[in-house]
């Protein structure tokens, strides 16, 4: 359990970077800018800095990874090692064990999950480059308001497509770690594979694991982080259209509209709307507002994410299927490069923590504990 503690810690905060590039692939699959990995990766940098753009969503990261991980894996090994010892073959073994941990650290996981991925997809407080609909000052304001706004249960917002991409993810990548770890061993002729070894297994077992379940991971992000109301999402829009557009010549000389709502206290909307309307909030995208209604703006309006569809069932077929026939396969696997990446290098980076560690606490260069 310490060992994938720390190691499961020491992957995710690598690569928490590309995990942000992909989650702004994901969530704003129409912003040009974030089209490619690298450009996404620099663009986001360039405009929002390491610590509140590609690290925006790191703290509850952390309280997820940590502790999520810790129990994964105790839960693993122990699922492991009564199964094998009841004879369980070894593929269905590492299938329903990786399955059963996964799902005993979902509870810790997943609404770590839901903060991270809104503070990935809003960036910086008051991001002037780009408009999510969420404006939290940090991760304690984003729990207070999403509490306040929406209750309790939309911390576990997605938790069943959550469950849908990590079960399985979790499942084939450590079936996939094991069945190649076992194969290196053979043809090397030896327990022990090497530093590169150990390495280039994990990477090959989270990457290929990673490609396989990019379309649950899809529908998770967008759940999450998808509109929940278009009253909202109009709000949301006035708010951020530029100050500097001229009225309609027929409302020239007229009494001039109330000046729209603030979100100083990091609110998606002001409650006062949303309870006046019954608004159940949930993660607002902005809208795109058709051009016939308003001048084309003298300064370009900040990018926001539009045109997105919403997925509207709980059933995961129903949801693929929604954005097979509006997206395509480029819609179902959004994000795939950086989350290759990503599941490559963080799985590469807390299989070897993991075993280098059960080493060490083993006490023996030569441990005989088998993972």
């Known amino acids: 359990m310490i060992a994938g503690g720390v190691g499961g810690g020491m992957g995710d905060s690598c690569m928490h970077s590309l995990d942000t590039v992909k989650t702004r692939q994901q969530g704003a699959p129409n912003v040009a800018k974030y089209k490619s990995m690298l450009g996404a990766y620099a663009n986001i940098f360039r405009e929002e800095g390491l610590q509140k753009g590609l690290y925006s969503g790191f703290v509850p990261a952390m309280w997820g990874s940590l502790p999520g991980t810790t129990i994964f894996f105790g839960t693993y090994e122990f699922t492991k090692r009564n199964m094998i010892a009841y004879g369980v073959p070894e593929t269905l073994t590492h299938l329903t064990a990786g399955l059963v941990g996964d799902l005993a650290a979902s509870c810790v996981y997943v609404p770590s999950e839901v903060l991270k991925t809104r503070l990935q997809l809003q960036g910086r407080y008051n991001n002037e480059n780009f408009h999510s609909g969420y404006n939290y000052r940090g991760t304690w304001d984003a729990v207070r308001t999403i509490v306040r706004v929406e209750g309790w249960s939309a911390l576990f917002f997605g938790y069943k497509a959550t469950l849908l991409r990590d079960l399985p993810f979790s499942a084939l990548q ?112 902005l809208m795109p507002v058709p051009s016939s209604s308003r001048p084309t703006p003298t300064k370009p309006p900040p990018t ?62 030569d441990s005989t504990v088998a993972f």
Not at 330 to 342: D, T
């Open 174 to 285: 450590l079936a996939f770690y094991e069945k190649f770890r076992s194969t290196t061993q053979i043809v090397m002729g030896s327990r022990d594979i090497g530093h590169a070894g150990e390495l280039l297994t994990g990477a090959a077992a989270g990457g290929l694991a990673g490609v396989i379940t990019t379309p649950m991971d899809v529908i998770k992000t967008r759940i999450q982080t998808q509109l929940d109301n278009e009253a909202a999402a109009a709000a949301v829009a006035a708010v951020s259209a530029p100050d500097n557009i001229p009225p309609p010549l027929s409302n020239r000389g007229t009494k001039p509209s109330p000046a729209p709502p603030s979100f100083t206290d990091g609110s998606i909307v002001r409650l006062s709307v949303a309870r006046k309307q019954n608004i159940h909030t949930s993660a607002f995208t």
């Open 304 to 365: 926001t994410a539009k045109e997105i569809v919403r997925i509207k069932s709980d059933s995961m077929l129903q949801a693929l299927s929604t954005i097979y026939r509006t997206e395509g396969m480029n819609g179902l696997f959004a994000g795939v490069g950086p989350r290759f990446v990503w599941t490559s290098v963080q799985s590469s980076i807390m299989l070897f923590a993991y075993q280098s560690i059960l080493k060490f606490l083993d006490g023996s260069s």
